[in-house]
């Protein structure tokens, strides 16, 4: 079964609008990672957050960590039509032997 | 580099046909991965190599079989496709800490 729960599914917003999307996950975990997945290509990394850290930026990503409630968020600022993709989150389980779990994934559309 | 690399892009098959989906990586990893993913979902771990010379199931391995060739090669076999295994294949590698995906194989069953 998959580790990660996201919300929300789909997400639609405007040019220059902020994006939010939510990560949820079950068990002990060494990081949690983000990637997007534009249509019909592979997922490329964005962010990795270690289970010590609780914020971490780059670019125009901010991503936050909870490892109380389990969970994580990534906010994409000012968004962009090249934004447009699939978002996926991914979590490193404890003990997890470089394995990762990925969630179903929020897809996003940025509209000019 | 051409960093992680898979043949074919495209495939159709008849229920029970056999093939192999290749997969090679040029960045020296030492971990390499397949996942399909279904639509509307994330990605799922079929089998992983942690090293050259070993490989194990993930959470989805039942129909598939896996070849770590050799360090840069890890391939993908269904010895007896069925129409469940239709899905979108990808292969990845392992730097640091985070994974570098090929561009997927498309593969139908029918």
């Known amino acids: 079964s998959q580790q990660g729960e996201e919300d929300p599914q789909a997400l639609s917003i405007q040019e220059g609008e902020n994006a939010t999307m939510n990560c949820s996950y079950k068990?002990?975990?060494?990081?949690l990672q983000w990637y997007r997945q534009n249509s019909g290509r592979g997922l490329v990394h964005l962010i990795l957050?270690?289970?010590?850290?609780r914020e971490k930026h780059s670019g125009r990503l901010r991503v936050t960590l909870d490892t109380s409630k389990k969970s994580s968020s990534l906010l994409i600022t000012a968004s962009r039509a090249a934004d447009t993709a699939s978002y996926f989150c991914?979590?490193?389980?404890?003990?997890?032997?470089?394995?990762?779990?990925f969630g179903a994934g929020t897809r996003l559309a940025v509209h000019p | 580099n051409a960093g992680v690399t898979q043949t074919p892009k495209f495939q159709v098959l008849k229920t029970g046909q056999s093939m192999t989906l290749q997969c090679a990586q040029d960045?020296?990893?030492?971990?390499m991965y397949w996942y399909r993913q279904d639509p509307g979902m994330g990605l799922r771990l079929i089998y992983y190599?942690?090293?050259?010379?070993?490989?194990d199931k993930g959470e989805v391995p039942n129909g598939y079989n896996v070849s770590r060739l050799n360090k840069r090669e890890f391939s993908l076999r269904l010895e007896s496709a069925a129409p469940s295994q239709t899905s979108v294949y990808f292969c990845?590698?392992?730097?640091?800490?985070?994974?570098?995906f090929g561009p997927g194989t498309r593969l139908t069953v029918l």
């Open positions: 960045m020296n990893h030492n971990s």
């Open positions: 957050i270690r289970s010590n850290e």
């Open positions: 190599s942690a090293s050259e010379g070993t490989t």
């Open positions: 068990t002990s975990i060494n990081n």
């Open positions: 990845a590698s392992r730097g640091t800490d985070t994974q570098y």
């Open positions: 991914a979590t490193e389980e404890y003990g997890g032997y470089n394995k990762l779990i």
